[in-house]
């Protein structure tokens, strides 16, 4: 089955705790990127990758960070975790970062940092 | 920058009914748009991508886009309670990242 899956889906942690949150796709899509979703501000793009070793910063990148070592993959790390990031995390892949952009989602990740 | 714009709702349409959800943006420069459906506390799902002026039928769905107009918009025809979801517009920006409008809450009324 094609998907895109993220591990874990739920996670309460504290602040100043580094966190991995990992997202994967079977279908080998080219383009994968991070949202993130809070109530009132709709999804807001974190960082994307293009192809493999090739990332950039979306709108709300401070306080994370990423890597593409492998198509498949695309890890979400967090640092230092504070309680502003405290959000519903998704990740998105696309054959390709074209205006053909056509995403589809991973199942989410609901992160609490206390 | 481009901007997506919706009217964030809710929009409560009775069962059976066809829903009709807008989207407008704010530059020229797209020529794709793609309708997301979001239940509560899920991930958004692609229903219908558009990328030519004109309309676009897959089952009960519908996607109008009119570039002149700027607008594009969302029919559901013979709407279902299982309809009742947040409708997510988006388009890519120059950069091919999407931009997202803020959604709009349908509700159908059985």
């Known amino acids: 089955e094609a998907q895109v899956t993220q591990n874990p889906r739920y996670l309460i942690t504290v602040t100043g705790k580094k966190l991995t949150v990992t997202c994967s796709q079977n279908m080998n899509h080219e383009y994968m990127s991070w949202y993130r979703q809070d109530p009132g501000l709709g999804l807001r793009q974190i960082y994307y990758s293009m192809n493999v070793e090739v990332t950039d910063k979306g709108d709300v990148p401070e306080g994370y960070k990423v890597s593409r070592k492998e198509k498949r993959n695309f890890p979400l790390i967090l640092e230092s975790p504070s309680p502003n990031q405290t959000s519903l995390y998704f990740c998105a892949s696309s054959r390709a970062g074209t205006e053909y952009n056509e995403q589809f989602f991973g199942p989410g990740t609901r992160l609490t940092v206390l | ?110």
Do not use: H
């Not at chain 2, 020529?31 to 506390?41: A, E, I, T």
């Not at chain 2, 918009?73 to 997202?100: F, G, V």
């Open chain 2, 1 to 110: 920058q481009k901007e997506v714009e919706q009217n964030s709702g809710p929009l409560s349409v009775p069962e059976g009914a066809i829903a009709s959800l807008n989207c407008t943006y704010s530059d020229r420069v797209s020529q794709s748009f793609f309708w997301y459906r979001q239940y509560s506390g899920k991930s958004p799902e692609l229903i219908m991508s558009i990328y030519s002026n004109g309309d676009k039928e897959d089952g009960r769905f519908t996607a109008q886009l009119n570039k002149a107009s700027q607008y594009v918009s969302l029919l559901i025809r013979d709407s279902q309670p299982s309809d009742s979801a947040t409708y997510l517009c988006a388009s890519p920006d120059s950069n091919y990242q999407l931009i997202w409008g803020a959604g709009t809450k349908l509700i159908i009324k059985p």
